[in-house]
């Protein structure tokens, strides 16, 4: 799967925005949070569109807030219900309603110098983790709370968990939950070399209490203080992404942190080199086995996709791609939609990009859709598509697609030498799949009963390059093919055991076949005609032909056949 970006889709024109976030309302929706461009608490519901990887914004809700909203985070409680925390230590529930958002009673958290808000991650539907930052001068330290919601959408907070003190920690730091009672905190000691460190710590109601000490994850190289981001992968595993100093150069080193019992280790290191991503955001993708990093590098704000087996990342092809159509802007928020896409909000103006997985093609070359008129096809019961192309050899091959297009396509047929190849599937069965061209030699018309895994030669060993074929329509066993070496239609209605002759020697070269579905003996020809016979009927299946062509389209040459 290869990973790309929608149109840049802009929420709101705040040209100063410093604080934003999204969460999932469903696999077509998210609701976006910001500071707009007067100072008020904005909020949208987004339509998505991930086949298209659009947005559309609808009107947004202005909320009374009134407080510091330079850094925002959200949290998903239901589809319709969210809790979201500020800079200003204030908190509150937001109630979606359709397209409108409803703010709850504020709620003004306990600390109160230096409050920096980090993450919000839900628990439970009334509870969610916040982490945060608060302290004063030299004494600013990482902590969590649990805060609760009642029926009444009034807040609660619990006790203070001191994480990590400064100067142990300062930033970067962050934090994210192996399932709902293990939460854990990384960040990078500033009096150990900067090392990656977890602090486990476990989560009971709104009781908070650590779990052992820190742990050491990553001390091969010095790190820097300008990334760390962390995203959830499953109950013991969650992945890590934070900037290191490898002889000099700034890199990015991306970890799996696997967690058994009360111990956390760390995957090998994948170092992406020459990268520095500022405020960076980190998220699971796919099933838990895809995870995003996204952030701005200075100059470009941009996303890696990498690909987890077992405790080990590495890129995808697509390695890394830009984000928004402004270079300048700040990446803020980046959540998941559905598997296989992710909603990314960036600041300068507050703007959206859908970001999605791609099925592409087998690897192998450059690939070319077939010159034969029947290149694509779709089975019975619409769940694989079947494309026929030329590899870079100019060799037939067939690869199938599921046609949500939740994987990358699979190679099915692969005869060898050829030069053409076309592909119809059966109208009854979805597992009937038929190919004819020129290829293989004389094997130039096969059959598979089995939705493609396998093909069985089905043509006598006579016919010469197949040029045109259609199946059916009354029977999946049934298809007429031209053979243009002997200028012959032939037709099987036996799927293959047999052959018959319908006509020898036709003059014009055909290029396409239809067959009316009421009448299946009713047949259109679409021929190389030059002034005549470019369009034939016939009432027999090509035994008698009549040219429908003379003095309409003279010269002309039909390429294709479409029976309605």
């Known amino acids: 799967m290869a990973l790309s970006a929608g149109a840049t889709t802009e929420l709101d024109a705040t040209g100063s925005a410093t604080g934003a976030d999204c969460a999932r309302i469903s696999d077509s929706q998210m609701l976006v949070i910001y500071r707009d461009a007067a100072g008020v608490l904005g909020a949208r519901v987004c339509d998505i569109n991930?086949?298209?990887?659009?947005?559309?914004?609808?009107?947004?809700?202005?909320?009374?807030?009134g407080f510091n909203m330079n850094e925002l985070t959200i949290a998903r409680l239901s589809s319709t219900k969210f809790i979201f925390a500020s800079i200003g230590r204030r908190a509150a529930v937001l109630n979606v309603t359709g397209t409108s958002v409803a703010i709850g009673p504020i709620f003004t958290?306990?600390?109160?110098?230096?409050?920096?808000?980090?993450?919000?991650?839900?628990?439970?539907?009334?509870?969610?983790?916040?982490?945060?930052?608060y302290g004063t001068g030299a004494s600013v330290d990482g902590a969590a709370r649990v805060l609760s919601i009642d029926g009444s959408d009034n807040i609660s907070e619990g006790s203070r968990l001191q994480l990590a003190t400064h100067p142990t920690t300062e930033f970067p730091q962050a934090a994210t939950t192996y399932d709902t009672s293990t939460g854990v905190y990384f960040f990078q000691d500033r009096s150990d070399n900067f090392y990656l460190k977890g602090q486990l710590f476990s989560i009971s109601g709104t009781t908070l209490a650590l779990t052992g000490g820190a742990q050491t994850l990553y001390n091969s190289n010095d790190g820097w203080e300008n990334a760390l981001a962390a995203a959830n992968l499953s109950s013991s595993e969650v992945a890590t992404a934070h900037d290191i100093n490898d002889a000099g150069a700034e890199a990015l080193?991306?970890?799996?942190i696997s967690l058994s019992g009360s111990t956390l280790t760390a995957g090998s290191t994948l170092e992406l080199a020459n990268t520095e991503f500022i405020e960076p955001e980190a998220g699971t993708f796919t099933n838990s086995t895809t995870v995003l990093f996204t952030g701005n590098d200075g100059t470009t704000s941009r996303t890696t996709q990498l690909i987890k087996d077992g405790t080990t990342l590495s890129h995808t092809a697509s390695d890394f791609i830009n984000v928004s159509e402004n270079d300048t802007i700040v990446i803020d928020s980046l959540k998941k939609i559905a598997d296989d896409f992710a909603l990314v909000v960036t600041l300068g103006t507050v703007d959206g990009t859908v970001l999605g997985s791609d099925s592409v093609l087998p690897s192998g070359g450059d690939l070319t859709v077939s010159a034969m008129p029947k290149p694509v096809d779709v089975g019975a019961d619409g769940d694989f598509l079947y494309i026929s192309v030329l590899d870079s050899s100019n060799f037939p091959v067939l690869i199938k697609f599921s046609t949500d297009l939740d994987a990358d396509g699979t190679t099915v047929f692969e005869p060898g030498a050829g030069d053409n190849i076309g592909v119809e599937c059966g109208r009854f069965n979805s597992d009937v799949v038929w190919v004819a061209g020129q290829f293989d030699g004389t094997n130039v018309v096969e059959y598979s009963d089995d939705g493609g895994s396998t093909f069985s030669v089905v043509d006598d060993g006579t016919i010469g390059g197949v040029r045109a074929f259609v199946m059916g329509p009354d029977s999946d066993n049934r298809i007429m093919v031209f053979d243009e070496d002997n200028g012959d239609i032939l037709e099987t209605r036996d799927g293959g055991t047999t052959w018959t002759a319908i006509n020898a020697s036709v003059t014009p070269e055909i290029?396409?076949?239809?067959?009316?579905?009421?009448?299946?003996?009713?047949?259109?020809?679409?021929n190389d005609g030059g002034a005549n016979n470019s369009i034939n009927y016939s009432v027999n299946s090509g035994d008698d032909l009549e040219d429908y062509q003379t003095g309409v389209y003279p010269n002309a040459n039909a390429t294709g056949v479409i029976v309605n």
């Open 50 to 65: 991930t086949s298209l990887k659009t947005i559309t914004p609808n009107a947004q809700s202005s909320l009374t807030f």
């Open 109 to 133: 958290l306990t600390d109160s110098s230096n409050f920096g808000v980090q993450k919000l991650l839900p628990l439970t539907a009334t509870t969610a983790l916040l982490v945060y930052q």
């Open 253 to 256: 080193a991306c970890h799996v």
């Open 511 to 526: 290029n396409a076949i239809g067959r009316l579905g009421e009448n299946v003996e009713e047949s259109v020809f679409g």
